[in-house]
């Protein structure tokens, strides 16, 4: 039986032996905090040490100061350079509104050009005619004192015809006027008168008439003759040449 139990013992089949450490847990787990400890402060001078060595952290701090520096005057010049923008942009626009209120006023002009150039033409056309008004020396009657006759566009002739009595307390006269044109029309002779025929003119001192005659194609007007009639009876006649 002993035999038996001294051979179990030293088989296989023999109980498990469990070595166990005399020191108690907390006192390791302290010692193994002290060695990972003691290793990463070894580990962080290593590093610490090696930059000091190589010098990375001062140049990365020269090169970081630096481009705070270049950031800085970036933003100085974008300032400046926005600031030239808008002062450009004012300028363009001030220059937009002088050259639009030259515009305007250079259409002024012109249209204050014209007005005068027509207001000048009719002072002129009136003096024209109050100058005819005046009686000639020894005249008595009636009289055409003033016949005109413009080509415009080469397709009408804008007339015009003054009729005047000179003598005073004259009674009203009643009459006729009769317009011819004459020319050539392809190379021939050519003669027409108003399409309407003779104007009734009536007038106790003075009497201005005037109008528009559409020429028919290919004439060439060379003169024009007006007729003042009572009945069949001629009073005044006046031709020009065009």
């Not at 400890?37 to 580990?43: H, N, P, R, T």
């Not at 590093?47 to 140049?59: N, Q, V």
Request: hydrophobic share 45%.
């Amino acid at each position: 039986m002993r035999l038996r139990l001294l051979i179990r013992r030293l088989t296989v089949s023999a109980p498990r032996m469990a070595v166990r450490s005399a020191m108690p847990w907390p006192f390791r787990w302290l010692a193994l905090a002290i060695v990972f400890g003691f290793c990463a402060a070894l580990a962080l001078w290593a590093f610490e040490f090696g930059k000091d060595i190589a010098g990375l952290e001062r140049g990365s701090k020269q090169e970081l100061q630096q481009v705070r520096t270049e950031l800085a005057a970036l933003q100085v010049e974008l300032v400046a350079v926005k600031t030239a923008h808008e002062q450009a942009q004012s300028v363009a626009n001030t220059v937009d509104t002088l050259l639009t209120t030259e515009k305007v006023a250079q259409e002024t002009l012109l249209a204050q050009n014209k007005q005068l150039e027509t207001e000048n033409r009719s002072l002129r056309d009136d003096l024209g005619f109050f100058e005819q008004l005046i009686p000639a020396p020894g005249g008595g009657g009636i009289a055409i004192r003033g016949l005109q006759g413009e080509l415009r566009n080469e397709h009408e002739i804008r007339w015009q015809v003054l009729v005047i009595q000179a003598n005073k307390n004259a009674p009203e006269f009643n009459g006729q006027l009769e317009l011819s044109f004459s020319g050539l029309q392809g190379g021939k002779p050519w003669l027409s008168t108003l399409p309407g025929g003779p104007q009734a003119v009536k007038l106790k001192q003075y009497g201005r008439m005037e109008g528009v005659f559409e020429l028919p194609p290919q004439v060439v007007v060379k003169g024009l003759s007006a007729k003042v009639m009572e009945g069949s009876v001629v009073k005044s006649v006046q031709s020009i040449k065009l």
